[in-house]
């Protein structure tokens, strides 16, 4: 059981910065590995960026890759996703999302998401 809780969302201008924090809960939490995923209305599903459990690995989008950093701190059981120089078309729900593989993580459906935060970047 993994539970998560994103916060950090809101409103920026274009070429902004901002910090999308993902709280986890539950047995092992620090043992899953974590992604960010967005979505916007009427647009597909989107993985952002995705790390595993020790910190040591990570992978991006080629959208966002130079732009975002993902990190995550196990013990304060936090992972992070900073986004430098935002642009209108990064504007979504972004989701914290968790699984005990990469495959699904990084490259497919992972199994358990967040609420979800929304982020939007202004023109």
């Known amino acids: 059981q993994l539970q998560l809780v994103e916060s950090g969302g809101g409103l920026v201008q274009s070429g902004g910065s901002l910090r999308l924090s993902c709280a986890l809960s539950g047995f092992n939490a620090d043992y899953y590995v974590i992604g960010w995923f967005r979505q916007a209305p009427g647009k597909e599903r989107e993985g952002v960026a995705c790390i595993n459990n020790i910190g040591g690995r990570t992978k991006y989008a080629d959208s966002v890759k130079g732009r975002f950093t993902i990190s995550r701190d196990n013990a304060k059981k936090m992972v992070y996703l900073q986004m430098n120089s935002l642009k209108p078309e990064d504007t979504a729900v972004y989701y914290c999302?968790?699984?005990?593989?990469?495959?699904?993580?990084?490259?497919?459906?992972?199994?358990?998401w967040g609420q979800g935060t929304q982020v939007t970047v202004s023109s």
């Open positions: 999302t968790g699984d005990r593989s990469l495959d699904y993580v990084c490259d497919g459906r992972p199994f358990y």
